[in-house]
């Protein structure tokens, strides 16, 4: 089990850059691989990046590579998200979620645990 909180939204101009963090209670951070997913007002949640157990592998949706950076602290069992160069479609509610099993989940199903999420604004 895994409690998660996000924080580190805001409302910011385009081209501003944004850290997102997510905080996990629990023992055993290192059993989970971590991804981060986002909602735009009317649309499914998609899938941002994911990072797995130790950190050496992640991976991107095309539309934020390059511009995004998933990362981890196990040490202080967190997980990040360096937002850089952002832009107006940009603009949802960011989650993280853990998973145990899938190290290169890209889909919801594949996540059993989820934070409240934290609303990212970018203006034009």
């Known amino acids: 089990q895994v409690q998660l909180v996000e924080s580190g939204g805001g409302l910011v101009q385009a081209g501003d850059s944004l850290r997102l963090s997510c905080k996990a209670s629990?023992?055993?951070?290192?059993?989970?691989?971590m991804g981060w997913f986002r909602q735009a007002p009317g649309m499914e949640r998609e899938f941002v990046a994911h990072i797995n157990w130790e950190g050496e592998n992640t991976d991107y949706a095309d539309s934020v590579k390059g511009r995004f950076t998933i990362s981890r602290d196990n040490t202080k069992n967190t997980l990040y998200l360096q937002m850089n160069s952002l832009k107006p479609e940009d603009t949802a509610i960011y989650y993280c979620?853990?998973?145990?099993?899938?190290?290169?989940?890209?889909?919801?199903?594949?996540?059993?645990?989820w934070g409240q999420g934290t609303q990212v604004t970018v203006s034009s």
């Open positions: 629990t023992h055993s951070f290192t059993d989970f691989v």
């Open positions: 979620a853990a998973n145990y099993n899938f190290p290169f989940g890209k889909v919801e199903w594949e996540y059993a645990f």
